[in-house]
């Protein structure tokens, strides 16, 4: 070792790291996907094709496959220089295929707790196409630069400078997005929590698991795309892309709990009110609670599967 100079100790502990973090992130996906099994077998997999259940297996299953690929692909050994020039692309598609997919499911759950109203729902179809838009472009005419690293026991095998400004202006738009969907979620929100009975009510309870899983994904985003700016000019290569698993590992978690957290809480009310309509013989009858405030209704069936 003390032939070792300490840029190549530094490239050790940086491939070491990346390692560790991409191995991380691909088992703290695959952790969530075992113990939300039970509900994804009985909302998901028993439930009829959708296309809720469509973008959920790519947000969950296809975006996993993506995380192994990359992280394995990443962190090889002497790769084939077609495979380095090929990766850039690859994990911009791997990203497009995560990120449409949770920004779909993001976007039907706002629209049904909004009802589908055209004025919310309408703007935000056109926004989404256009933050799609501007990734296609981006990865097809401008993907980020790769450049074929030496070939030594301590450096990844191929280098992709996430940096530049079309990335920037990505990033941006998908943030834009992802708050927008924040904050639509915390405008409905709010009433209720002023509410005598909110945190009681069934909307109040979607919408707060809502706040919770968007604030995430806005928040990884963010951090996301800090990271690759400060360290597009940096020596350190290795450690350019050690947030990408986690951004894809987020995306695979807090996208389909909304989906998971949705159909639970309104399965939950059904049979509640179901037991609630149970009359049983020489029973005496307890008080029931106020009713819900006219101001929100109960979502429909088709609203559920939105």
């Not at 978690?253 to 957290?261: E, F, M, Q, S, T």
């Amino acid at each position: 070792m003390s032939t070792l100079t300490p840029a190549l100790l530094q490239d050790a502990w940086d491939v070491q790291a990346f390692g560790f973090s991409s191995m991380a992130a691909c088992a703290w996906l695959f952790y969530d996907t075992v113990i939300a099994m039970d509900q994804e077998i009985e909302h998901i997999w028993r439930a009829k094709i959708s296309a809720v259940k469509v973008l959920y297996i790519f947000a969950r299953h296809a975006n996993l496959g993506i995380m192994i690929f990359l992280a394995t692909t990443g962190a090889a050994h002497s790769l084939p220089d077609a495979v380095c020039h090929a990766w850039p692309s690859v994990s911009g598609a791997g990203m497009i295929v995560a990120g449409v997919s949770v920004d779909l499911l993001q976007m039907l759950r706002v629209r049904a707790i909004f009802h589908a109203q055209k004025k919310v729902t309408i703007p935000l179809y056109v926004f989404f196409s256009g933050v799609l838009l501007v990734a296609i472009i981006i990865i097809c005419t401008k993907p980020p630069a790769s450049e074929i690293q030496p070939k030594s026991i301590f450096v990844v095998g191929c280098s992709n400078n996430g940096g530049g400004t079309p990335t920037l202006v990505a990033w941006i738009a998908e943030m834009a997005l992802g708050g927008i969907f924040l904050i639509l979620t915390v405008v409905k929100l709010y009433p209720q929590l002023r509410s005598r009975f909110g945190h009681t009510h069934l909307a109040s309870t979607i919408l707060q698991g809502g706040v919770a899983f968007y604030a995430v994904i806005f928040v990884t985003e963010l951090a996301n795309m800090i990271y690759l700016q400060l360290m597009a000019k940096s020596p350190r290569q290795n450690l350019l892309n050690i947030t990408l698993p986690w951004t894809l590992a987020v995306y695979g978690i807090a996208g389909p709990r909304l989906v998971l957290h949705l159909r639970g809480v309104m399965t939950q009310s059904m049979d509640v009110e179901e037991s609630d309509n149970l009359n049983i013989p020489g029973q005496i009858d307890m008080p029931t609670m106020p009713s819900r405030s006219t101001s929100f209704r109960r979502l429909s069936s088709s609203e559920v599967a939105a």
